[in-house]
């Protein structure tokens, strides 16, 4: 009666473990990244929401995109940085989520967690790659947030990431000048 991708989304509510991996391994089957059709979720999204590390290691292991995003541009990792959960993100990072992917807002995880005064989660971050100097809509970065709150602490986090990538091969792409 259901469609397959709502079923499947369903058993992944349920953690329906079993379900799951049937619909899954089932070959030509492209369920793993199914979309909500209202919303834009994916499993991912769901597992994001309540907190499961377990549950988003084996759904990127069997082949779930951590970078797909919903229709609000949120993306599971946004997710989890929101809510503070570490071992969530650390699960999204370890599968090859893009660290610096902005929602509607063109905010990343990091400008999110400054908001916050979320140290850890800004430490987590920056030691991943995460960009302090990346603005959002508003013309704004992670540094400029830092800087309004008037906090000491959240500038020398950003300053200790600097230090750490001084001397650092970083990748160039395109052409140079």
């Known amino acids: 009666m259901f469609s397959e991708g709502y079923s499947f989304l369903e058993a992944v509510k349920d953690r329906d473990a079993e379900k799951v991996t049937t619909a899954v391994d089932t070959p030509g089957s492209t369920l793993i990244n199914t979309r909500d059709i209202a919303s834009g979720r994916t499993a ?10 377990t549950w988003i290691r084996f759904l990127t292991q069997k082949g779930a ?8 541009g949120i993306s599971p990792l946004m997710i989890s940085s929101n809510l503070g959960h570490l071992d969530g993100v650390e699960a999204f990072l370890d599968a090859g989520a893009r660290v610096d992917d902005t929602n509607s807002l063109g905010e990343t995880p990091l400008i999110s967690a400054t ?3 979320d140290f850890e989660m800004i430490r987590l971050l920056l030691a991943n790659g995460a960009n302090p100097d990346r603005s959002d809509n508003s013309g704004r970065t992670a540094r400029d947030y830092a800087e309004i709150i008037g906090s000491r602490r959240l500038m020398d986090e950003f300053t200790a990431a600097d230090e750490a990538r001084k001397g650092k091969e970083t990748k160039s792409y395109g052409p140079s000048f």
């Open 44 to 53: 991912l999204h769901i597992v994001a929401e309540r907190r499961d590390a």
């Open 115 to 117: 908001h916050r005064r």
């Open 65 to 72: 995109n951590p970078n797909v995003v919903d229709k609000k």
